[in-house]
Structures are given as structure tokens and as C-alpha cells.
T-cell receptor, first 113, second 114 residues
Framework: AQSVSQHNHHVILSEAASLELGCNYS??????LFWYVQYPGQHLQLLLK??????LVKGIKGFEAEFIKSKFSFNLRKPSVQWSDTAEYFC???????????FGRGTSLIVHP | NAGVTQTPKFQVLKTGQSMTLQCAQD?????MYWYRQDPGMGLRLIYY???????DKGEVPNGYNVSRLNKREFSLRLESAAPSQTSVYFC?????????????FGPGTRLLVL
């Protein structure tokens, strides 16, 4: 079955550490890719998105993601995390020909001050 | 703009009771969606409305009904609640129905079915 996998379910880091959250999908062909963030007690909001062009996408709050087509991956990165980055992060994929996103299970990030 | 609003924020139901979750958006978006979020499961689409006057089933529609009341409002109804419907429900909207559309989410409704 087509799916979106986020391999890291829980990540715990200290402030200033670097972050990389994995996202892999199983769709072939064209895909549209999103990362959403959900801060504690809040709703999901868009961090960044990729449709085409430069595979390195920059988003809000210093986050970036790299689309590697050959690896079916769209990993989220941040060079130096802050305590305020504590949140749940969701990868979402809309495969070509569809209009509905499939979300990964989410990665819970805790950043210790 | 308030964005996407949902009521209620919390609800406790007994098995078999019915209720309607309300969602409204003030961004003049054409498309609206209902998701449920369960631990370890991510978000799963229940129903969506690509445009006013249309609704379609998503991944997990059983036990739910929806109504696109007008362009602003999209409600989700549980006719006979079951413990398996205990979840957090999110409404979302997008300007258009398309593969490149960003969805804007509401704050969620936490539902507990006893």
C-alpha cells in the first residue's frame, strides 16, 4: 500500500543540537510534499512545502527540507534547535493525480533547554 | 481573520449518543476537510468537500456524516458514538481543491466516548 513513513517517532535533543527528521514515501511519479508542525495544544501549521524546482526548500523558523527523488525522501532539517521547537512534526504527501494528502504518523520532538 | 474555528473544544459522550462538530472558516476558501488524529496514527481524512455543494468520503468515513452548510461551514456528525471514535478531530480548509494547496487547520475538538 502507498504510504508515508516517519521513522523517528520520538526525538529528544538539547538546545543548539542539529535536527534531521526522516520522511519517506512509497509513491512513484510526481509528488507534492509538505511538512507541518503542531506545537503543544495548538493546531497544525505549515512549515514548508515542495512542488518542483530546487530540491532544497527553506521554510519558516530556520527549517529546511531536501527532496531526494531517488530515495523517495523529504527529510526535515534545522542546524540548531531551540526549546521553542518542541512540537510534533508531520510529513504529508500528495501524489500526482490525487488531491488528498496522506500524512505520516508524526515525530514528537522534545528540546531540552 | 479568525481563520478556521471549531466548536466545541472538548466533548464527552456516552456510547450511542449523537453530536455534531462545527467548523467555520473566514478565508473564503472553497475546500474543507475533516480529519481525525489518533496517537501513533497521524491524521486520517474522514470526509472532504472540494467545493460548496459537494462532499466525498475520505479514508475513514464509517460512522460519520457531513454537511457543507454553505461556503464557510462544514459540520461533522456522529449519529451513534462509539468508543473507537474517541479522538481529536481537526477541520481544515484550502483555497482550492488541488495537489499544491496548503491546508489551514483549526484548533481541534477533543472527543471522549465512554
Amino acid at each position: 500500500a502507498q504510504s508515508v513513513s516517519q521513522h523517528n517517532h520520538h526525538v529528544i535533543l538539547s538546545e543548539a543540537a542539529s535536527l534531521e527528521l526522516g520522511c519517506n514515501y512509497s509513491y512513484g511519479g510526481t509528488v507534492n510534499l509538505f511538512w507541518y508542525v503542531q506545537y503543544p495544544g495548538q493546531h497544525l501549521q505549515l512549515l514548508l512545502k515542495y512542488f518542483s524546482g530546487d530540491p532544497l526548500v527553506k521554510g519558516i523558523k530556520g527549517f529546511e527540507a531536501e527532496f531526494i527523488k531517488s530515495k523517495f525522501s523529504f527529510n526535515l532539517r534545522k542546524p540548531s534547535v531551540q526549546w521553542s521547537d518542541t512540537a510534533e512534526y508531520f510529513c504529508a504527501v500528495i501524489p500526482g493525480g490525487s488531491y488528498i494528502p496522506t500524512f505520516g504518523r508524526g515525530t514528537s520532538l522534545i528540546v531540552h533547554p | 481573520n479568525a481563520g478556521v474555528t471549531q466548536t466545541p473544544k472538548f466533548q464527552v459522550l456516552k456510547t450511542g449518543q449523537s453530536m455534531t462538530l462545527q467548523c467555520a472558516q473566514d478565508m473564503n476558501h472553497n475546500s474543507m476537510y475533516w480529519y481525525r488524529q489518533d496517537p501513533g496514527m497521524g491524521l486520517r481524512l474522514i470526509y472532504y468537500s472540494a467545493s460548496e455543494g459537494t462532499t466525498d468520503k475520505g479514508e475513514v468515513p464509517n460512522g460519520y456524516n457531513v454537511s457543507r452548510l454553505n461556503k464557510r461551514e462544514f459540520s461533522l456528525r456522529l449519529e451513534s458514538a462509539a468508543p473507537s471514535q474517541t479522538s481529536v478531530y481537526f477541520c481544515a480548509s484550502s483555497e482550492r481543491f488541488g495537489a499544491k494547496e496548503t491546508q489551514y487547520f483549526g484548533p481541534g475538538t477533543r472527543l471522549l466516548v465512554l
